[in-house]
């Protein structure tokens, strides 16, 4: 072990795990976590947003602990397990000199930092990504059917992650197309493919609603220089910290000496470009582009080791940043130490607080699939986000949840109230209020199709109930939203609908309505999408219908 592991890098990957440990223990969940949480207490082969290793992950974790380790305990296990592969990944006998300086590039990474406790996506991402590169460069040495296999299961445990994963792929083939006419590279495709299917499969069973959700119904906004591109490249000094600078030099400098350092320029260089181009069209968040942190880890770390002027800089730096990271990180513990709030400060004070308000009712909120799993998370009751047609579909809009809640008894907590019968606050003191209704009826899976006509009075609606119970039609309303160019809803508006089946007063199970509609004329300028939601039983106005584009 020791010559692989010198002993003080155990000593120092043992404090890494240990602090790790400590800081998920004590740390409250982000929303995020929360929201991955929920998605692992109904272990699915996908959700709404991403594909289901993080929710694997955290049910893991949750057979060791209980409260926030047993969401994060098997991300302390991979952030030091990526730490052993890319120490792997060093040939350069040096290394061993140079243990500590190791430690502190990586810890200076701040989301790699973070993504050592937290448990996002991305987790499992930079860790699949870092035994990917490992198993590719011993494929590279000496290509092997055990080889090959293993490949082809890592690939679909990088999908597994985050779609994020194919550039990865993309990226490394396209730095050597000479796999293109190698049989044991096509065995690790296939490998790949018939891991992955139980996940197509659930893309298909659902109607690829996270392929639609990610590629077209996702809101927009209008191109900001500041925001887009300008925004893309604070990101790219953000995710390295006080060693940008050095870490970006040593990707310049890199000289492809071999196929596998001339992978990893290609998936660093791939990936920045990829999102660059993107930042013309949208925000590119900070997370998008972390897994070139792997890459870009080996290239620095190569650097370092052959340039004792880098080598001294980074080492006074990565010292600095570890002062710094260290006491952010006591920060997100502990509030006080700066004047500014996370979402890791007082999420058990607004639980609490709404929870002794609650009178033992479950809670639907308006519109947040962030505060629900919150809620449910810290006070153990069930809870359901209603999305209307100001928000967005997300995992409460395929699930079960709504269920929960279906004639009980619940409090409805909205943003969109100035009163109500509860109210409480935030930690940033923004108030929220709710309201008790009496057997609580939602119907937000009906779905809406709308068939154009060239006349524009005599479109035709159609209705239909996915529920294993009948619907009272006269329970129901239609609204149109209208949106902008970016899909962002500018304007709602009532229909008149007129049923073409006279004698339809209750919608049956697995049943279709029809109805003649007139889309009233908005008065918004340039709208560029309608979307057709059911009000029900007094309730805004649900996303029943697609986004459809105007002419």
């Known amino acids: 072990m020791t010559q692989k592991f010198p002993r003080l890098f155990l000593i120092l990957l043992a404090g890494l795990f240990v602090l790790n440990l400590v800081q998920s223990h004590f740390t409250e969940l982000i ?25 694997f992950l955290i049910k ?28 792997l990944l060093i040939d350069n006998p040096k290394k061993k000199d140079y243990v500590v300086h190791f430690f502190l590039l990586l810890f ?68 050597n197309f000479k796999l293109i006419g190698n049989g044991k590279a096509w065995l690790a495709v296939a490998v790949a493919l018939v891991c992955y299917t139980p996940h197509f499969i659930w893309l298909y069973e659902h109607d690829f609603v996270s392929i639609k959700y990610h590629l077209f119904e996702r809101p927009n906004q209008a191109y900001s220089f500041e925001k887009f ?24 400098k890199a000289k492809s000496s071999d196929k596998f ?12 470009i990829f999102f660059f181009i993107s930042s013309f069209n949208r925000r590119v968040q900070t997370q998008w582009i972390i897994v070139i942190s792997i890459p870009m880890a080996v290239l620095a770390f190569n650097h370092l080791l052959e340039n004792a002027k880098s080598r001294k800089w980074m080492y006074r730096m990565g010292l600095v940043s570890l002062v710094v990271l260290l006491y952010a990180r006591a920060w997100l513990v502990h509030q006080p ?52 047609h100001m928000y967005r579909k997300n995992q409460y809009s395929i699930d079960n949840s709504e269920e929960r809640m279906r004639g009980k008894r619940i409090l409805y907590v909205t943003k969109y109230r100035k009163s109500g019968d509860i109210s409480y606050a935030y930690p940033d003191s923004t108030v929220f209020y709710g309201i008790f209704m009496d057997d609580f009826q939602s119907y937000r ?4 199709l709308v068939e154009l006509s060239n006349d ?44 073409l089946k006279e004698d339809q007063f209750i919608l049956k199970p697995k049943d279709t309505a029809y109805y003649g509609i007139k889309l009233p004329e908005p008065t918004m300028e340039n709208p560029g999408y309608f979307r057709i939601g059911i009000s029900e039983n007094g309730l805004l106005p649900g996303l029943n219908g697609k986004p459809i584009k105007l002419d």
């Open 31 to 55: 929303f995020d976590e929360a929201y991955y949480w929920y998605y692992a207490q109904q272990l699915d082969w996908g959700y709404f947003d991403h594909p289901p290793m993080v929710a």
């Open 60 to 87: 893991l974790s949750s057979l060791f602990f209980d409260g926030e380790l047993g969401v994060r305990f098997m991300s302390c296990i991979l952030s030091v397990a990526t730490y052993v592969i890319l120490w």
């Open 108 to 175: 200076s990474m701040t989301l790699m930092n973070a993504y050592g406790f937290l448990t996002l996506p991305d987790t499992p991402l930079l860790f699949f990504t870092a035994l990917f590169l490992w198993l590719y460069k011993r494929f590279l040495q000496h290509p092997s059917l055990l080889l090959s296999i293993l490949l082809g299961v890592v690939m679909a445990a990088l999908m597994y992650s985050k779609y994020h994963a194919v550039l990865v792929i993309l990226f490394v083939f396209l730095s």
């Open 229 to 252: 591109t300008l925004g893309y490249f604070i990101n790219l000094v953000a995710i390295f910290g006080l060693l940008f600078y050095w870490v970006y030099m040593s990707l310049l």
């Open 261 to 272: 350092i001339k992978a990893l320029k290609y998936l660093s260089f791939g990936v920045l």
């Open 337 to 388: 130490l700066l004047p500014l709030l996370f979402e890791t400060h007082g999420n058990k004070e607004w639980v609490k607080t709404l929870h002794s308000k609650a009178e033992g009712a479950p809670i639907v909120f308006e519109n947040s699939y962030r505060s629900s799993p919150m809620y449910e998370f810290y006070s153990g009751e069930p809870t359901f986000s209603l999305n209307n």
């Open 445 to 448: 899976k009906l779905q809406c």
């Open 456 to 499: 524009s009075t005599a479109h035709i609606l159609k209705v239909y109930n996915p529920y294993a119970f009948d619907i009272p039609l006269d329970r129901l309303d239609y609204k149109v939203a209208y949106s902008n160019k970016y899909k962002q809803v500018k304007q709602l508006l009532p229909i008149k609908v007129k049923p």
